[in-house]
């Protein structure tokens, strides 16, 4: 399994103000998978998606990436794990406004230690893959929705993860450049075997997905291959 | 690739004008306000800083150069037998009232000094010589009080005390801290303006002979005159600088405003960098997401504010000298001597990035979710 999550609870306040943001979740992801995490707002989905993350901490409970237990894990040696392990792609995108498109994707190779050189062939690489292999000395701001979130992926692809997080990938885009998205990323799941979990609230999505987990309340409320109908 | 911090800066010109506007005016005003307080202090003391005398001889608990009390001159041939003595001249000081061609009343810093020996004389002189003082009536003023005394030129004839003047001479920078302007003339003329005794001083300036030790004479000075003070040169302008600016409180408001400087220059820059650095926020976000280390986001935050103090300091220390510059024509002067530079681009650089390490706390404690809102 690349992500096994174990009776993680995640609580905020004390006492009677208690609030259970997760409780109690159980979940494994394989290899290869395509999961969509889907259910209301405030259920919890994107609070899984962050400690899935290793990005929040769980108050209780145990979070393995890759066969690997990061509850546990010091401040300082949690960066190495996303870094190592996982990317991500955000709704808004998140691109740095003050680098090219190139150098977005540069800048998460270079927190890998691959600078120079290799740093540009391998970003050069990663465009060509997403497609947008013209627009690399681009600014983000010139550029529509669709290849934005396709920089994201792009950056998200360069420390080559076995994981992938997406949170609500399609939210800010048309239906058509959406599901070019989710196409682009069943692909990435496919043919390299990486995990892919997204939160998305979009029904049109879910024909993409390997399995489809829903929350609610912080449960999970159900879970299986349905899809939806496309 | 440029680093991030540096494209951060840049790419935002106006957050960057912004960022810099508010650096540059903490440099400015921080620095205008020290170089007015060390202006105030070298005005008090420049006289005695510039006296070319190594020991002062003063009336006893004078404490400073405008209020001594004048003694019997038998102290000054005294004096001059000491063992290590190599000159001894008299100087007297007071204030005085100056009459202008056009009627009105000024006052003044009135001093007498033995014309030879150069001890106590007027120095930076742009017209005339130290000797015309020897001349009827002579007497030497400064150029940057010429308005202020009703002069235009050389000849020109005043009333000191209601007794004849004429300007032989001038000089450039001798400032007072008071209003009153320095006006320099013999010892025996200034006795008469002051109607003081022709055998009494008000000071001694001693010169020591080469390899006398100061200590010894001092001491020697101290067992043979009575019912006075020997001071080092630096002791007595220490003394004199310190009464006008704190004994009167005169000085104190100024080093005050010199002290809000810095307190607003730092408050204006904290704010400034944490503004900046709260504008990023949400791409420190997603680096820590993407695997940064506290330390790479420490890096990148510390390293905009240290190129933001950088420009900020040059622009400000750049406006600062110009302002300083044109000040030496006024008779209030800004010095911005070298360490005070120094030390100002240290105070930017620290306060820089004090204010950044406190924007950094907010980054390492980022809320996540922040990171996936749309």
Known sequence: MMIEVC????????????????????????AGEMLF?????????????????CILRPTSGAVRIAGQEVTGLSERQLPRIRLEQIGFIFQGFNLFPALTVRENIELALNLKGIRGNESRRRSEVLLERVGLRDKAGQWPTNLSGGQKQRVAIARALAG???????????????????????????????????????????????????????IEDGQISGQGPEKGDG | MASLAWRNLFHDRVRLVVTLVGIVFSVVLTSIQMGLFLGFVRATSDLIDRSGADLWVASSGVVNLENGIPF???????????????????????????????????SILLIGVE??????????????????LHQPDAVIVDELYKSKLGVTGIGQTVEIMGRRARVVGFTRGIRTFTTSPAVFTTLDRARRYFGLPADQAIFLLVRLSNGADIEVVRQALKERLTFVEVLRTTEFARR?????????????????????????????????????TMDHLREYGTLKAMGASNGYLYGVIIRQSVISAVIGYSIGIAISLAVATTSQ?????????????????LVTLLMCMLASVVSINKVTRLDPAMVFKG
């Open chain 2, 72 to 106: 019997s001159e038998r102290k000054f041939y005294q004096a001059q037998g000491i063992a290590g003595v190599a000159d001894v001249r008299r100087l007297t000081i007071n204030f005085a009232t100056w009459k202008k061609p056009s009627g009105s009343d000024e």
């Open chain 1, 160 to 214: 080559e993860p076995g994981i992938i997080l997406a949170d609500e990938p399609t939210a800010a885009l048309d239906g058509t450049t959406g599901r070019a998205i989710l196409d682009l990323l069943r692909e990435l799941a496919h043919e390299k075997g990486r995990t892919i979990v997204v939160v998305t609230h979009d029904n049109r999505a879910l024909p993409y997905a390997d399995r489809i987990v829903t």
């Open chain 1, 37 to 53: 995490l889907m259910g209301p707002s405030g259920s919890g989905k994107t609070t899984l998606l962050s400690i899935m993350g």
């Open chain 2, 329 to 345: 024509k006024t008779t209030t002067a800004i010095i911005l001597p070298g360490w005070i530079l120094g030390t100002l681009f």
């Open chain 1, 7 to 30: 009776g993680v609870t995640k609580s905020y306040g004390a006492g009677d103000a208690t609030v259970h943001a997760l409780n109690r979740v159980d979940l494994s992801v394989s």
């Open chain 2, 115 to 132: 014309v030879e020996g150069g001890m106590g004389t007027p120095w930076n002189l742009v017209e005339g010589r130290i000797e015309d």
């Open chain 2, 240 to 276: 004199q600088a310190f009464y006008w600016m704190f004994e009167t409180g005169a000085g104190v408001s100024v080093l005050i405003a010199a002290l809000l400087g810095l307190i607003v220059g730092v408050v204006v820059v904290a704010q400034t960098i944490y503004a900046s």
